[in-house]
């Protein structure tokens, strides 16, 4: 598509449900990125998909973060189990390998009651 | 490692009046560095971006950041805000490798007084 799209944009769950995020990178962009932006705080990287090669899942706060890419294209980010600390906007972003920065997306706001 | 830091978590001016955004950024190799905008309930926009080529880059909107070595600075600057500038502006370097991981500052939310 003409840019990166998130769904759903705004999610609100139940504390202890499960939740899952989608992404939808720029056709071609073999790099796909999630960050988590809580409120007045920076971004935080979560996890990395660059083409076929193994994620790099350095940044997932805990076990029950996961995300996984189909295809090279579509990503989803599951967080398990949520908790009122996982509230936050999910931002996925994605690039050409050779690019020198990301396009983003709009985020998913995910609240936790 | 690379880092950048923001000074000022809020920065506000007049409508019309000069903008300056700091942004300090460490790294043992040249770095590559980048402002982005964010503006309510959107996501990240790309402003401009420095990639070792001039100094003096020029983005959208007006906008443009000087890189300066000797100061391991990239401040961003505006010569006349408009009310649609207000948002929240981060700065960000990229990391040294083939991860293209971007570095995120803490962000400056740029309010704009009529």
């Known amino acids: 598509g003409a840019g990166v799209s998130q769904s759903p944009s705004n999610k609100v769950t139940e504390k202890g449900k499960d939740v899952e995020l989608r992404c939808d990178p720029i056709s071609g962009h073999t790099a796909l990125y999630w960050y988590r932006q809580s409120l007045g705080q920076g971004l935080e990287f979560l996890i990395y998909?660059?083409?076929?090669?193994?994620?790099?899942k350095s940044g997932l706060p805990s076990d029950r973060f996961s995300a996984e890419r189909t295809g090279g294209s579509v990503s989803t980010l599951t967080i398990q189990r949520t908790q009122q600390e996982d509230s936050a906007v999910y931002l996925c972003?994605?690039?050409?390998?050779?690019?020198?920065?990301?396009?983003f997306g709009s985020g998913t706001r995910l609240t936790v009651v | 490692a690379q880092s950048v830091t923001q000074l000022g978590s809020h920065v506000s001016v007049s409508e019309g009046a000069l903008v300056l955004l700091r942004c300090n950024y460490s790294s043992s190799v040249p770095p590559y560095l980048f402002w982005y905008v964010q503006y309510p309930n959107q996501g990240l926009q790309l402003l401009l971006k420095y990639t070792s080529a001039a100094t003096l880059v020029k983005g959208i909107n007006g906008f443009e950041a000087e890189f300066k070595k000797s100061e391991t600075s990239f401040h961003l600057t505006k010569p006349s805000a408009h009310m649609s500038d207000a948002a929240e502006y981060f700065c960000a370097v990229r990391r040294m490798d083939s991860s293209y991981k971007l570095i995120f500052g803490s962000g400056t939310r740029l309010l704009v007084r009529p």
């Open positions: 998909f660059q083409g076929n090669s193994a994620p790099d």
């Open positions: 972003a994605s690039s050409l390998q050779e690019a020198y920065g990301y396009t």
